[in-house]
């Protein structure tokens, strides 16, 4: 492990090289010229930076242990970040609003310390490494460019032990802001921070935003980085699955989705069905759960509540396997589908992933192994310790956003979720069943309707930063009225009554 030290300006000094190796790498550089030259002799080395004030801190043991492979760029800020609140006028992701207290997925990276395996560092542009001065700046834009490629960047609160002490870290000038809205963004997001700036904040940041407008969009050359390929011994008798399958009118189908685990080269454990139908008196229709044998027990249950919250959490209150497998009702996979996805959690250490999911004509647009935005309850693996304090929050039911508020309460809780676009599973997305009812929200007999949903509102408040709920409402607002701004405030109603529904819930 190599550690370089500095005092956000130069390089103070470096440890774990030989003194007459000093020499070689000790030259007047920057500090992120410095780090691409040691990665450049020191190839097998893990490459650490710190600031003077948490030096006497660092968490060696565990940034040793840290790098089970290659993918990972780990930083962290204690008490802020580089980039402002701005920046979440421009991105609503899960990445903007970090959870400090737990390991997080970002690529908003920090000076004050961090780590990434040499190796890695070698795989991006020498470029992006020595044509800033600024650490921080060439840190957020190295996240930022390569984390779609495969690069897994996390804030950890790991890398140095607790400490009380303030820090006063760099913070990105507004100037600094627009150039990197400019070069790693679309080029009409440089135009929409202007104006966020000057209507909510009643700011004009003129020569920024002329300054930006010169700068051009930075672009990765590869497709995918050629990250080292791990090969784990597995006992497969250790690695036992649940399976999950919420449904209501699609027996069918459902049928298939059974056909398709029985074939299954690695066989779940359990499958636990919920079947839904809101009439009275009703019956399961699934007589073939009992009728046929099939090669693994099936937990059913059968209720006439309808809603897919309440009944994952049914489902997950049964669980007994290491492993769950939130499945659909109108599913289709190959039989090597369960066995790939276990392989690829254990291989690259992960407790939660997402798989493929197209419908049968739709384009694949996003080929890399890569932390993603989003979550899916109809095509994800996860370990089932986390199922027994994570559960689908009830006051999403019949909504829009159980998913998106499912994964963010993954990411604040410590988990991330990684997207596979090479194990893949079908959605047919099968029509409805014929007892299948539209729910009625209360909102919906108002004469002003909320706008956004109420529950989108509800998931966007209790996740997002005040910069991003203000860009997301200027986008909508965009979106729906273009550039009519005469109906502003017949929108400003609209938010409100969906502000006032999503408080009731």
Same mark, same amino acid.
């Given at each position: 492990m190599i550690v370089l030290v500095h005092d956000f300006h130069k390089v103070l000094k470096i440890?774990?090289?030989h003194e007459n190796e000093y020499k070689i790498v000790t030259q007047e550089l920057s500090i992120a010229k410095m780090i691409y030259v040691l990665a450049s002799y020191y190839p097998e080395e893990i490459l650490v930076w710190c600031n003077e004030s948490v030096y006497s801190s660092l968490n060696r043991a565990f940034i040793e242990e840290a790098f089970p492979h290659n993918r990972y760029m780990y930083s962290f800020n204690p008490v802020g970040n580089y980039l402002p609140d701005a920046?979440?006028?421009?991105?609503? #992701?899960?990445?903007?609003?970090?959870?400090?207290? &737990?390991?997080?997925?970002?690529? =908003?990276?920090s000076s004050v310390v961090g780590a990434m395996k040499s190796s890695t560092i070698l795989l991006t542009d020498k470029t992006y490494w020595t044509t800033s001065t600024n650490l921080d700046f060439v840190l957020n834009s190295i996240a930022k460019l390569y984390q779609p490629l495969g690069m897994f960047c996390y804030s950890e609160p790991q890398l140095i032990a607790a400490s009380k002490s303030q820090i006063t870290y760099p913070v990105a000038t507004t100037k600094e802001l627009f150039s990197f809205v400019s070069q790693h963004y679309k080029w009409v997001w440089k135009h929409f921070l202007l104006l966020c700036y000057v209507i909510f904040e009643n700011r004009l940041p003129l020569l920024p935003w002329l300054f930006s407008i010169f700068k051009t969009q930075q672009k990765v050359n590869q497709e995918e980085l050629n990250f080292e390929n791990y090969q784990s011994v597995i006992n497969w008798e250790n690695e036992t699955i649940d399976v999950i399958i919420p449904t209501i009118g699609r027996k069918q189908y459902l049928y298939d989705v059974l056909k398709d685990l029985s074939? =299954?080269?690695?066989?779940?454990?359990?499958?636990?069905?919920?079947? *839904?139908?809101?009439? *009275? @008196?009703?019956?399961?229709?699934?007589?073939?759960?009992?009728?046929? &044998?099939?090669?693994?027990?099936?937990?059913?249950?059968?209720?006439?509540?309808?809603?897919?919250? =309440?009944?994952?959490?049914? !489902?997950? @209150?049964?669980?007994? #396997?290491?492993?769950?497998?939130?499945? @659909?009702?109108?599913?289709?996979?190959?039989?090597?589908?369960?066995?790939? !996805?276990?392989? $690829?959690?254990? @291989?690259?250490?992960? #407790?939660?992933?997402?798989?493929?999911?197209?419908l049968k004509e739709e384009t694949q647009l996003y080929n890399s192994i890569s932390q993603t935005t989003i979550f899916g309850s109809g095509n994800s693996f996860i370990k089932s310790e986390i199922t027994k304090t994570i559960g689908f929050e009830l006051k999403l039911e019949f909504g829009y956003g159980e998913d998106t508020e499912y994964g963010l309460k993954l990411r604040n809780n410590g988990f991330d979720i990684i997207y596979n676009p090479i194990i893949k599973i079908i959605h047919l997305k099968a029509p409805m069943g014929g007892f299948r009812t539209k729910f009625i929200h209360p909102w919906e007999k108002e004469p002003i309707q909320p706008k956004p949903s109420p529950t989108i509102m509800y998931v966007k408040e209790k996740y997002s930063t005040k910069e991003q709920m203000l860009g997301y409402k200027m986008r909508l607002f965009l979106k729906t009225y273009q550039y009519k701004f005469w109906k502003v405030k017949? $929108?400003?109603? =609209?938010?409100?009554? #969906?502000?006032?529904?999503?408080?009731?819930?």
């Open positions: 440890e774990g090289i920046i979440g006028y421009v991105e609503e #992701s899960p990445f903007i609003n970090i959870n400090k207290a &737990v390991h997080y997925p970002t690529w =908003q990276m074939g =299954q080269t690695h066989l779940p454990k359990n499958v636990v069905i919920v079947e *839904q139908n809101p009439i *009275q @008196d009703s019956e399961s229709e699934l007589d073939y759960i009992h009728n046929e &044998v099939w090669p693994f027990k099936i937990k059913h249950i059968f209720t006439h509540q309808t809603g897919a919250c =309440q009944a994952r959490n049914k !489902a997950l @209150d049964l669980l007994e #396997s290491k492993w769950c497998f939130f499945n @659909d009702d109108d599913n289709r996979f190959d039989e090597n589908l369960i066995k790939e !996805a276990l392989k $690829f959690l254990i @291989d690259y250490h992960l #407790s939660v992933f997402s798989t493929n999911y197209l017949g $929108f400003e109603k =609209q938010w409100k009554q #969906s502000k006032y529904w999503s408080a009731k819930l």
